[in-house]
């Protein structure tokens, strides 16, 4: 019997307040202003290794909003690990386990769902989330193709689901400022952003130490055709617990992992979380030789209807590096210090006024999630908003992979000039799988 049922089978039996024992603190009755635990969101987890437990750890768990209720992973170890850390957490030993994510969604007494498994199964386990009457925080990229982004928008908005993308970079004082200034014009007319990735020397050097890693046994625990979902079927070769990154049958590797943040964040600053560049070309080196193939090196160009140009490149030291130019001068935002430094001490000074462009304001990601799913109002980045700062990824692997300008048409969102980039807008799902 879940929380909620509980106490409401227990008001009716017992007849009122009365039966309630004296020694029970206000704050668990939901007074002083905190939430009950009967009133609070129920949340399941579906993916629990280092990004699932991280944010479970350090957003869901400490919210007064969310109750954790459940736990999700292909691995029975990563089960018990979930487990045991929401149970530390309550102090109780309610939460449940599951090795299928469907089993899961099928339980009634859970609300939203936050998914953090490899990126190949972030739009299918959404769309079966929304089918299923959950609301869905998914981390980034919430795709792996432009045409899953377009399935996913439909889905959320045809079950009418609160959709959050885990780019949690939006929610943040200092970025949403730098934001405003550009749309404010504060720098001027902005002409450029310049977006520099990390570097793949070390994911490089492993390629070439590993080589076609060799078949190994599938551990026991671990369900790894269900891993795979509806990627191709491929041998187990011990990659799924990190290295899956460098396969583009689950990602892209940087461009997508980091890309997506600093993309996003393009997007927002330029005003398009619902649109697009017209125009991509880029040129880039996959790796080859064994299992790893995605783009390592990489130069891509981005231009918009207003002429403002985004780049694209791989070297950076750190985690990702953004610079902004206008007109009238610049910011260079650091990912690695979440510093910024700009053309003039005075930007860091400007302060917007009331009757100037405001930007969504959200100063947690988890706690707008949660807040959103109580008000049935849309969050900071919606499914739409995650769909075309992914997009942008995507569209850089077909532009390097066709070798040629691509005209791109963000109302359609097909390209106008490549019957072949357009064959790549989307991809086959392993049966039974389907959007």
């Not at 089993?103 to 299923?132: G, Q």
């Amino acid at each position: 019997m879940n929380r909620r049922h509980f106490i409401k089978k227990a008001g009716v039996t017992v007849g009122g307040a009365i039966a309630f024992p004296y020694f029970v603190p206000s704050s668990a009755l939901g007074l002083d202003g905190a939430v009950a635990p009967s009133n609070r969101i129920t949340v399941g987890l579906i993916g629990a290794g280092d990004r699932g437990m991280h944010v479970l750890n350090n957003g869901f768990l400490p919210s007064a909003k969310a109750q954790v209720t459940a736990v999700c992973d292909t691995a029975k170890w990563r089960v018990k690990a979930g487990m045991d850390s929401v149970n530390e957490f309550y102090s109780t030993k309610g939460c449940a386990g599951h090795a299928d994510f469907q089993t899961l969604l099928a339980d009634k007494s859970i609300d939203a769902v936050f998914i953090a498994t490899p990126d190949h199964w972030h739009t299918p386990a959404s769309i079966y989330a929304a089918k299923a009457g959950k609301d869905v925080y998914c981390e980034k990229p919430v795709t792996l193709t432009i045409a899953q982004g377009q399935a996913l928008c439909t889905a959320m908005k045809q079950h009418g689901r609160i959709f959050q993308s885990g780019t949690q970079t939006r929610s943040g004082e200092r970025l949403r400022h730098a934001c405003e200034l550009v749309r404010n014009g504060k720098i001027g007319k902005l002409t450029s952003i310049d977006i520099t990735l990390p570097n793949s020397r070390g994911v490089e050097e492993k390629h070439l130490k590993n080589g076609a890693s060799p078949i190994e046994p599938v551990p026991d625990g671990f369900d790894y055709n269900l891993w795979l979902g509806p990627a191709p079927a491929l041998p187990y070769r011990g990659s799924c617990f990190w290295d899956w990154r460098w396969r583009s049958d689950y990602a892209a590797g940087y461009i997508s992992d980091w890309g997506t943040h600093l993309l996003d964040f393009a997007q927002w600053m330029i005003g398009a979380d619902g649109s697009g560049p017209i125009s991509v070309v880029g040129k880039g080196q996959r790796l080859s030789g064994g299992l790893w193939d995605v783009y390592s090196k990489y130069d891509v160009e981005f231009i918009y209807a207003d002429g403002v140009k985004v780049t694209v490149k791989e070297g950076g030291e750190g985690k990702g590096d953004l610079k902004v130019t206008g007109a009238e001068g610049w910011f260079d935002y650091s990912w690695n210090s979440q510093s910024i430094t700009a053309s003039s001490a005075e930007y860091q000074q400007v302060k917007i006024k009331p009757d100037e462009i405001r930007v969504y304001r959200s100063d947690n990601h988890v706690v707008n999630f949660l807040t959103c799913v109580r008000d049935r109002q849309p969050p900071i980045s919606p499914a739409e908003v995650g769909h075309r700062s992914a997009s942008m990824c995507h569209m850089a692997v077909i532009a390097m992979d066709v070798g040629k300008k691509l005209d791109w048409d963000p109302v359609a969102e097909r390209f106008g000039n490549s019957d072949e980039a357009n064959g790549m807008i989307s991809r086959p799902m392993r049966s039974p799988w389907h959007l």
